[in-house]
Nanobody
Framework: QVQLVESGGGLVQAGGSLRLSCAASGLTFSTYAMGWFRQAPGKEREFVSV????????NYADSVKGRFTIYRDNAKNTVYLQMNSLKPEDSAVYYC??????????????????WGQGTQVTVSS
């Protein structure tokens, strides 16, 4: 059974930084792409970033490009999301997810089958 546990969320002022972590178990992590999504109150869950199993292929939502960086440590079964220059509109619950197929670099939530419990990020203005 896949288990994904996010950590690192919190309250930060606009312009600040946070690093989210997602520790994975129950899957051969080094063979799986991994994704980050977020969901703000009253809004649908939206794609943030995805990384291939090797870290060689990355994709970002336009809204976070240039500010967020996704990376992974396969030795630690962990994927990270470094968030810089945070804005109030980045406030949301952030989720990591593993895809339906290990190689799938999906952008839609429907491409992912396992989800963490989420970690709250709040950016004050």
């Amino acid at each position: 059974q896949v288990q994904l546990v996010e950590s690192g969320g919190g309250l930060v002022q606009a312009g600040g930084s946070l690093r989210l972590s997602c520790a994975a178990s129950g899957l051969t992590f080094s063979t799986y792409a991994m994704g980050w999504f977020r969901q703000a109150p009253g809004k649908e869950r939206e794609f943030v970033s995805v990384i291939s199993w090797s870290g060689g292929s990355l994709n970002y939502a336009d809204s976070v490009k240039g500010r967020f960086t996704i990376y992974r440590d396969n030795a630690k079964n962990t994927v990270y999301l470094q968030m810089n220059s945070l804005k109030p509109e980045d406030s949301a619950v952030y989720y990591c997810a593993s895809p339906k197929y290990p190689w799938l670099l999906g952008l839609a939530p429907s491409s992912f089958t396992s989800w963490g419990q989420g970690t709250q990020v709040t950016v004050s203005s």
